[in-house]
């Protein structure tokens, strides 16, 4: 039997156990990981070296390290860094890395896809 109650209990000074202290890193570096991914793939793209990519590369970047990414998130994405409704994303738009990174830091992204076991 779990006694769950124990496993988020905080002490006195509000710190919690070192379960979900544990699942907590395991989270930052799962998403550090991630955005380190996203980072080299988008970069990857950019054959110019202008720090602009097309809203095409873009998605060819996620299917290089997350071909499970519904297009729908990554459309949401794209959006939200280009400030208009993800409906309105055209494939030939030109997007600024740095912009959609910092897009990405302030959202909640995870891997779609499952890493190889290597």
Same mark, same amino acid.
């Given at each position: 039997?779990?006694?769950?109650?124990?496993?988020?209990?905080?002490? #006195?000074?509000?710190?919690?156990?070192?379960?979900?202290?544990?699942?907590?890193?395991?989270?930052?570096?799962?998403?550090?990981?991630?955005?380190?991914?996203?980072?080299?793939?988008?970069?990857?793209?950019?054959?110019?070296?202008?720090? #602009?990519?097309?809203?095409?590369?873009?998605?060819?970047?996620?299917?290089?390290?997350?071909?499970?990414?519904?297009?729908?998130?990554?459309?949401?994405?794209?959006?939200?860094?280009?400030?208009?409704?993800?409906?309105?994303?055209?494939?030939?738009?030109?997007?600024?890395?740095?912009?959609?990174?910092?897009?990405?830091?302030?959202?909640?992204?995870?891997?779609?896809?499952?890493?190889?076991?290597?």
């Amino acid at each position: 039997m779990i006694e769950y109650i124990n496993i988020f209990a905080e002490d #006195e000074e509000g710190n919690q156990g070192d379960f979900i202290e544990g699942v907590r890193d395991q989270h930052l570096t799962d998403r550090e990981d991630y955005i380190d991914s996203l980072e080299e793939a988008l970069w990857d793209q950019d054959e110019e070296d202008c720090g #602009e990519i097309s809203v095409q590369q873009v998605s060819q970047a996620f299917e290089s390290f997350d071909r499970d990414k519904p297009y729908e998130e990554i459309s949401e994405i794209l959006g939200r860094t280009l400030g208009m409704p993800a409906a309105k994303v055209k494939p030939n738009k030109v997007v600024a890395i740095p912009a959609i990174l910092q897009t990405i830091k302030g959202m909640s992204v995870h891997r779609r896809t499952k890493k190889d076991a290597s």
